[in-house]
């Protein structure tokens, strides 16, 4: 193997994923991501800025007779992503472009659910990281408004956006949400009992008609502090990450 990657395990073995060794390297937040769609086999998921495919791979692999189509503008990473996939054995198609520019075979499809883990942090009022791969990954130039409305107009009624992201972004993606979708559920997600949010998950439906809900927060670890080696993880997250099993949007 290239000495500039490494082969991680996700899902407790069930995937291994060649990720760069400097760089942007995904963690627990695509597995979460992956875990809260709410896809049945025989549909169509887009996933928007898809990396090295940890997420879309996590769902093509709980979800069987399920297709995915990812589209990633770094070609390391789309490279990686297409490996990945082979490496699995997933209906992964991972399409290499820019999402304000998609190819006109991914505009002509509509889909049953896209997915995504935009930048993190806004360019303009953050610190560039030195890794160029990992700068674009957290703090690319395309704007979030471009991000939710390609969504939008890649999904077919009645299909749902999902996307993780941190906590000061949630009025902003609100915002641009509303304008275009319904039936929006957020779920926080906070390290541990007692915490703040620093992330949280937020699903819509396209067209939708249900009323906002806001879930109970999804707790990351047990206890009120780190207190022994090993994870101390919930249940519910041991249960996503280790065996990749669903996360319900729709909690309390």
Same mark, same amino acid.
């Given at each position: 193997?290239?000495?500039?990657?490494?082969?991680?395990?996700?899902?407790?073995?069930?995937?291994?994923?060649?990720?760069?060794?400097?760089?942007? +390297?995904?963690?627990?937040? #695509?597995?979460?991501?992956?875990?809260?769609? #709410?896809?049945?086999? =025989?549909?169509?998921?887009?996933?928007? =800025?898809?990396?090295?495919?940890?997420?879309?791979?996590?769902?093509?692999?709980?979800?069987?007779?399920?297709?995915?189509?990812?589209?990633?503008?770094?070609? @390391?990473?789309?490279?990686?992503?297409?490996? $990945?996939?082979?490496?699995?054995?997933?209906?992964?198609?991972?399409?290499?472009?820019?999402?304000?520019?998609?190819?006109?075979?991914?505009?002509?499809?509509?889909?049953?659910?896209?997915?995504?883990?935009?930048?993190?942090?806004?360019?303009?009022?953050?610190?560039?990281?030195?890794?160029?791969?990992?700068? @674009?990954?957290?703090?690319?130039?395309?704007?979030?408004?471009?991000?939710? =409305?390609?969504?939008?107009?890649?999904?077919? #009624?009645?299909?749902?956006?999902?996307?993780?992201?941190?906590?000061?972004?949630?009025?902003?993606?609100?915002?641009?949400?509303?304008?275009?979708?319904?039936? @929006?559920?957020? +779920?926080?997600?906070?390290?541990?009992?007692?915490?703040?949010?620093?992330?949280?998950?937020?699903?819509?439906?396209?067209?939708?008609?249900?009323?906002?809900?806001?879930?109970? #927060?999804?707790?990351?670890?047990?206890?009120?502090?780190?207190?022994?080696?090993?994870?101390?993880?919930?249940?519910?997250?041991?249960? @996503?990450?280790? $065996?990749?099993?669903?996360?319900?949007?729709?909690?309390?």
């Amino acid at each position: 193997m290239d000495a500039a990657l490494t082969d991680d395990k996700f899902l407790d073995g069930r995937l291994n994923i060649l990720q760069p060794r400097d760089g942007y +390297r995904a963690g627990v937040d #695509p597995v979460l991501l992956a875990a809260a769609v #709410p896809a049945k086999a =025989g549909e169509h998921v887009l996933e928007l =800025g898809c990396g090295a495919g940890v997420a879309s791979l996590c769902l093509l692999s709980r979800v069987n007779g399920l297709l995915g189509t990812g589209i990633e503008i770094q070609t @390391i990473y789309a490279d990686l992503a297409c490996r $990945n996939a082979e490496r699995a054995d997933l209906p992964l198609d991972v399409v290499t472009a820019d999402l304000r520019e998609l190819p006109q075979k991914v505009r002509e499809k509509s889909f049953h659910h896209v997915m995504m883990n935009p930048p993190y942090f806004d360019r303009a009022a953050s610190t560039p990281a030195q890794d160029d791969g990992r700068d @674009i990954a957290l703090g690319g130039a395309t704007e979030m408004a471009d991000w939710i =409305g390609v969504a939008a107009r890649r999904l077919r #009624p009645q299909g749902s956006l999902t996307l993780i992201q941190r906590i000061e972004r949630l009025p902003e993606i609100i915002g641009l949400v509303e304008a275009r979708f319904g039936s @929006i559920v957020i +779920r926080p997600i906070v390290a541990r009992e007692g915490r703040a949010a620093g992330l949280f998950l937020l699903q819509a439906r396209k067209a939708g008609r249900a009323a906002f809900h806001l879930s109970l #927060p999804l707790i990351m670890h047990e206890g009120p502090r780190h207190e022994r080696d090993g994870d101390d993880y919930t249940p519910e997250i041991r249960e @996503i990450l280790r $065996n990749g099993g669903a996360l319900q949007m729709k909690a309390g």
